[in-house]
């Protein structure tokens, strides 16, 4: 039996194509030990980048057990030169980065300071009920799902400022959106140009606003891949030949 990770749209592609070769598979976006009623044949990791730390749990227990691990990874984005950008290497060094901003503009500008966070509600908790939100209006964009829209709403983010849709987004888009909520910072993490990074940052200093960029975990994935093709590449090498 093979495992695949992720709601993304690569996972469904590759969901598809495991299927096609009549390959058994299971689907889950989230997992735990007890979960694996059986002993997988291979771990195929189709999350968003985001979702690299939360997994390393899961690694440890492929590599105890001898199951191959198989990571799909967005290709980073290249990140322009520009003033305006702020990489930080986590969460916690965005939260003191978006401190410092927020504190500044709101120094010069007398005004709340508008943060649009497209890295969804994953984490936005700490934001909300940080310091520097009294300083804030906090916009974020989420998927269109029930359950995501009510967690904002039960963090206190008024309706108005939730935006559920499901990207990805153009450049256009993104500097419609990001113009039409008056957004001074945009709070993102490169996702890849699969997850919109680019255009995100295109749009963003086509608008002159500060972005805050959570880079890339550097933590150890084991099996990578770089693209579906040559993830199913490794699977036909791997586990259709020997079945």
């Known amino acids: 039996m093979i495992l ?7 996972a469904r592609e590759i969901s598809e194509c495991l299927n096609s070769r009549r390959l058994e598979l299971m689907r889950m976006q989230m997992w735990s030990e007890k979960a694996c009623l059986h002993l997988p044949s291979l771990i195929i990791d189709a999350s968003p980048p985001s979702s ?4 390393t749990s899961l690694r440890n227990w492929c ?10 990874e967005r290709p980073e984005t290249i990140i322009p ?46 934001i909300v009920r940080s310091p520097f939100a009294r300083f804030a209006r ?49 709070l993102t993490r490169d996702s890849g ?20 960029l959570i880079k890339r975990s550097t933590a150890n994935l084991g099996l990578t891949v770089y693209s579906v093709h040559e993830l199913l590449d490794w699977v036909d090498a791997n586990v259709v030949r020997a079945t």
């Not at 695949?4 to 690569?10: Q, R």
């Not at 690299?52 to 997994?55: A, D, I, M, N």
């Not at 702020?86 to 503009?105: F, G, I, K, M």
């Open 138 to 186: 906090i916009v974020v964009r989420v998927l269109p799902e029930g359950r995501l829209v009510q967690k904002c709403q039960d963090m206190g983010i008024p309706p108005r400022n939730i935006v559920a849709m499901q990207g990805q987004f153009s450049k256009e888009v993104n500097r419609v959106f990001f113009k039409f909520y008056n957004a001074d910072i945009i």
């Open 63 to 72: 590599e105890q057990r001898g199951v191959p691990y198989l990571r799909l």
């Open 193 to 212: 140009s699969a997850g919109g990074t680019d255009t995100k940052i295109s749009a963003a200093l086509e608008l002159g606003l500060e972005i805050v």
């Open 81 to 126: 030169v520009s003033p305006l950008i702020y990489s930080v290497a986590n969460w916690e060094d965005a939260l003191l980065q978006l401190e410092q901003r927020v504190s500044s503009l709101y120094q010069d500008n007398g005004r709340l300071v508008t943060i649009f966070v497209t890295t969804g509600s994953h984490q936005l908790e700490s």
């Open 52 to 55: 690299t730390l939360k997994f």
């Open 4 to 10: 695949l990770l992720g709601e993304t749209a690569a």
